[in-house]
């Protein structure tokens, strides 16, 4: 199976790190995004966008290609969801706060990750990128909450860096 990343919030450092670095490998990237607008012109403009690239001498402006939006709030996107986040590889949430892990119900970022953690098959790597000091364990709690009793849970969440 191709390595897929699917990530969570476009704002800077979503599209200027994972996406960029996800496309710019040649991995197949989407990205779940409740900014109606976004979404729709990302779309309009075929899946690219430009970025700026600080370097010591200046700035480097960088068109990405090949990102696909999706609204969870659209039932169709929400399909295409959780069949992208059955089969990725990778995925990372980079949201203004921790408190929309939760947001959304079955929708929520959290209950969309657990699913795909209880799935059959290789292990999906996460990134946590809020800037909170604990984002990683408040994600894996909020995660382990929502998996099914039948799932075997790990005796620790690993943390940080590898």
Do not use: K
Request: with cysteine; aromatic share 4%.
């Amino acid at each position: 199976m191709p390595p897929s990343f699917v990530g969570f919030g476009f704002g800077p450092i979503q599209s200027g790190i994972f996406v960029r670095e996800a496309c710019e490998a040649g991995v197949e990237a989407a990205v779940v995004e409740i900014d109606r607008d976004l979404v729709a012109a990302i779309r309009a403009a075929g899946g690219r966008f430009r970025i700026n690239a600080a370097h010591a001498d200046g700035l480097e402006a960088l068109e990405i290609a090949g990102v696909r939006l999706l609204d969870p709030n659209d039932p169709s996107d929400l399909r295409e969801i959780r069949t992208r986040l059955a089969a990725a590889t990778d995925a990372a949430t980079a949201l203004p706060s921790t408190a929309a892990y939760a947001a959304g119900g079955s929708r929520s970022v959290a209950a969309m990750l657990a699913a795909a953690c209880a799935r059959p098959g290789p292990a999906l790597v996460v990134f946590a990128a809020e800037n909170h000091a604990d984002a990683a364990r408040a994600l894996a709690a909020e995660i382990a909450a929502r998996l099914p009793v039948w799932v075997a849970r790990p005796a620790r969440t690993r943390v940080g860096e590898p």
